[in-house]
């Protein structure tokens, strides 16, 4: 090999293995970005799915007949019909 192809081959080399090095670089700080979102999300999912558990409690405690007949019988004044007010309807 003549001294110019020697050296034109180490500066190829040189220039791969720099590329190379920033290519590493450019992955692990991209990877290391990918993963501070990921958690993020999967704290923003933990959060979200307490707030919906928290919601579920809160309309299974609204929509409870008892709660519901007392409110009605309390707050908007109703009673149950006596027999005599009830109508039966047949197709």
């Known amino acids: 090999m003549s001294g110019f192809m ?6 190829a080399l040189l220039a791969v293995t720099l590329l190379s090095a920033i290519a590493v670089v450019w992955s692990r700080n ?4 990918l993963f501070i979102r990921l958690t993020r999300l999967q704290s923003q999912r933990d959060h ?3 707030e919906y558990g928290r919601l579920e409690l809160e309309d299974a405690t609204w929509a409870d007949p008892a709660r519901v007949a007392s409110v009605a019988r309390n707050q908007l004044g ?3 019909p006596e ?3 009830i109508r039966m309807v047949r197709e």
């Open 6 to 11: 020697l050296r034109a081959l180490t500066w």
């Open 78 to 80: 109703m009673v149950n």
């Open 83 to 85: 027999p005599a007010q």
């Open 48 to 50: 979200l799915n307490i």
């Open 30 to 33: 991209e990877n290391r970005e």
